[in-house]
């Protein structure tokens, strides 16, 4: 009874390499959605044109995304994987949008304010109007989940403000979505910097792990973690606040393995950081490596992913489009004949 299943979606930006903080923040909680719901992922690559790509780099990570997102076990057959911008009615609607998202509402998004900090030489009209367009992907396929780590919830909330505006003015068209955050991983934090997200950017850091990492890299990155300077018996307990570090290996660890936090800080009780960050590390490469190894099977397959892509893109654009019309028709664009 596929008709009567509730709808997810949710997109990442090829702006970078996948990390860590993408798989627990949103894909594993995706992939373990698809019986339930009927689930759409794309690749958001209108979306990371805000900040300058090289363009060559950009559809490499466009496809390796789709190959990684297949890896991490989100089944084509059971989800519609897409590229965003093979959906023409994204930037459509995202424009029609940009004229029911207010100016201020714009400017109080928390990541315009960091990215504009970030790329002061190219605070662009698209960074700015960026959630207009996230909004647009959203309620084309009227979901009624969006599954997002942390650092996306107010994007998702002012799409549910847009969505009530327009239902407002022209009668109900948009489903109102609601964000879905993961218990843990929803914010995995650098692991030189534990106050900042782990996040995906061009630079080898040594505070991130992406999913093609090797497993040497893994170990040494997690050996290297910033803890703080406590000893005794209960240093590993959770402590978000007073003990950033410990905090988030602690998450990562319980989203690795499924256990809790009382469980993790009996298991460590009395063994020091070094032992503690040799496992979670651990932890970390046993769930990875299937991941890479797959991803670099399907990588090596172009035809495949074109394929896929192809597919996806027909399947969205079918749904996608079914909304637009009513969009067009209610804020009194002429239907084109054809
Ligand atoms: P993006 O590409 O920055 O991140 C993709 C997803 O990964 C989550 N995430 C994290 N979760 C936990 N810890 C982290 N360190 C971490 N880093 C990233 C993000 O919360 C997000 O869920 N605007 C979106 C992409 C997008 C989108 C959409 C999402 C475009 N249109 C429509 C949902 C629905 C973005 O830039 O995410």
Same mark, same amino acid.
């Given at each position: 009874?596929?008709?009567?299943?509730?709808?997810?979606?949710?997109?990442?930006?090829?702006?970078? /390499?996948?990390?860590?903080?993408?798989?627990?923040?949103?894909?594993?909680?995706?992939?373990?959605?698809?019986?339930?719901? /009927?689930?759409?992922?794309?690749?958001?690559?209108?979306?990371?044109? %805000?900040?300058?790509?090289?363009?060559? /780099?950009?559809?490499?990570?466009?496809?390796?995304?789709?190959?990684?997102?297949?890896?991490?076990?989100?089944?084509?057959?059971?989800?519609?994987?897409?590229?965003?911008?093979?959906?023409?009615?994204?930037?459509?609607?995202?424009?029609?949008?940009?004229?029911?998202?207010?100016?201020?509402?714009?400017?109080?998004?928390?990541?315009?304010?960091?990215?504009?900090?970030?790329?002061?030489?190219?605070?662009?009209?698209?960074?700015?109007?960026?959630?207009?367009?996230?909004?647009?992907?959203?309620?084309?396929?009227?979901? /009624?989940?969006? &599954?997002?780590?942390?650092?996306?919830?107010?994007?998702?909330?002012?799409?549910?403000?847009?969505?009530?505006?327009?239902?407002?003015?022209?009668?109900?068209?948009?489903?109102?979505?609601?964000?879905?955050?993961?218990?843990?991983?929803?914010?995995?934090?650098?692991?030189?910097?534990?106050?900042?997200?782990?996040?995906?950017?061009?630079?080898?850091?040594?505070?991130?792990?992406?999913?093609?990492?090797? &497993?040497?890299?893994?170990?040494?990155?997690?050996?290297?973690?910033?803890?703080?300077?406590? %000893?005794?018996?209960?240093?590993?307990?959770?402590? &978000?606040?007073?003990? &950033?570090?410990?905090?988030?290996?602690?998450?990562?660890?319980?989203?690795?393995?499924?256990?809790?936090?009382?469980?993790?800080?009996?298991?460590? %009780?009395?063994?020091?950081?070094?032992?503690?960050?040799?496992?979670?590390?651990?932890?970390?490469?046993?769930?990875?490596?299937?991941?890479?190894?797959?991803?670099?099977?399907?990588?090596?397959?172009?035809?495949?992913?074109?394929?896929?892509?192809?597919?996806?893109?027909?399947?969205?654009?079918?749904?996608?489009?079914?909304?637009?019309?009513?969009?067009?028709?209610?804020?009194?664009?002429?239907?084109?004949?054809?």
């Amino acid at each position: 009874m596929d008709e009567k299943k509730k709808v997810m979606l949710s997109g990442i930006k090829p702006s970078g /390499d996948l990390t860590l903080g993408s798989y627990l923040g949103a894909i594993k909680n995706w992939a373990e959605r698809a019986e339930q719901f /009927d689930c759409y992922y794309f690749m958001a690559d209108l979306h990371a044109l %805000t900040t300058r790509q090289n363009p060559a /780099d950009l559809r490499r990570r466009t496809l390796e995304q789709l190959a990684q997102y297949v890896a991490c076990g989100l089944d084509p057959e059971k989800n519609t994987l897409f590229i965003q911008s093979h959906v023409h009615a994204h930037a459509e609607l995202g424009w029609i949008l940009n004229c029911y998202t207010m100016f201020g509402e714009l400017s109080r998004m928390t990541q315009f304010k960091d990215k504009s900090k970030k790329n002061a030489d190219n605070i662009n009209g698209g960074l700015f109007t960026y959630p207009s367009l996230m909004a647009a992907d959203i309620l084309l396929y009227q979901p /009624d989940y969006v &599954p997002v780590g942390d650092d996306q919830k107010q994007h998702v909330e002012l799409t549910r403000d847009v969505a009530h505006r327009f239902n407002n003015l022209y009668g109900e068209t948009f489903k109102i979505p609601e964000p879905y955050i993961p218990k843990v991983g929803a914010r995995v934090m650098d692991l030189l910097d534990p106050t900042s997200k782990m996040s995906k950017s061009d630079d080898i850091g040594n505070g991130r792990i992406v999913l093609m990492d090797k &497993p040497e890299d893994i170990m040494r990155k997690f050996k290297r973690a910033v803890t703080d300077s406590e %000893t005794g018996e209960h240093c590993v307990r959770y402590a &978000p606040d007073e003990k &950033p570090g410990v905090a988030n290996l602690m998450q990562i660890y319980a989203a690795c393995t499924g256990k809790t936090y009382d469980e993790i800080e009996a298991e460590f %009780t009395g063994q020091g950081y070094g032992a503690f960050k040799i496992a979670v590390g651990e932890s970390v490469v046993e769930t990875l490596r299937p991941i890479r190894e797959e991803a670099q099977r399907y990588m090596k397959d172009k035809g495949y992913l074109e394929a896929l892509c192809r597919t996806g893109a027909e399947k969205a654009e079918y749904i996608a489009n079914k909304t637009l019309r009513k969009v067009y028709k209610k804020v009194g664009l002429v239907a084109a004949v054809r």
